[in-house]
Structures are given as C-alpha cells and as structure tokens.
Nanobody, 116 residues
Framework: QVRLVESGGGLVQPGGSLRLSCAAS????????MTWYRHAPGKDRELVAL???????YYADSVKGRFTISRDNAENTVYQQMNSLKPEDTAVYYC??????????WGQGTQVTVSS
C-alpha cells in the first residue's frame, strides 16, 4: 500500500526557515520522481519542486533560490528545505508521487504559516 506522510510544517516568522519531510512506503521509492505541491486558500494548487530518480530538480519561479528539494533513498524520504520564507508561502504543503500507469498518490499535507 502506497503511503506518503508529510511532517515539519508550522508557524514561522517572515525570513525564517522550515524543513519539510515526506516519508514514503509501499513502492520502489528510488526510481520515482517526487514532487512537492502547495495549496493556499483561494488559490490554485501549485507545483513547488520536483526531484527525479536521478536527482535532477525543478523549482517554481516563486521559490527558486529559497527552497531546496532533496531525497534520501536509503530512508525513502524526500525533503524540502525552505529558507527566507514569505507570507505568500503560507499554504498546506503536499508531497506526491505518480506511479506507472499515471496513478497519483498524495500525502495528507502539512500546514506552513508564515506570519509575524
């Protein structure tokens, strides 16, 4: 059974940092691209960052230079280091994997709130 469990969200002041984790199980983690999305109230869900099985990365322009996605294949975990956080980064953050056949799996999400 595929399972994705996010953690690491919380309340942080503008300019602060958080590190999100997504623990994966139930599939061959190392060969699949992993993505972080976010969904803020009143906005469309946004792809934030992606890392493929080879370690290649992609970032949305809105987070480039501030967020870093990484993975630990030994621990079946994907991370997102978020620095220089802004109030507009406030959202629920989800990790996602899309397995062969196009079936997507999502975690339950973790809330990130950036506020003074």
């Amino acid at each position: 059974q595929v399972r994705l469990v996010e953690s690491g969200g919380g309340l942080v002041q503008p300019g602060g940092s958080l590190r999100l984790s997504c623990a994966a199980s139930g599939f061959a983690f190392s060969i699949y691209a992993m993505t972080w999305y976010r969904h803020a109230p009143g906005k469309d869900r946004e792809l934030v960052a992606l890392i493929d099985g080879g370690g290649n990365t992609y970032y949305a322009d809105s987070v480039k230079g501030r967020f870093t996605i990484s993975r630990d294949n030994a621990e079946n975990t994907v991370y997102q280091q978020m620095n220089s956080l802004k109030p507009e980064d406030t959202a629920v953050y989800y990790c996602k994997v899309q397995l062969r056949g196009g079936v997507p799996y999502w975690g339950q999400g973790t809330q990130v709130t950036v506020s003074s």
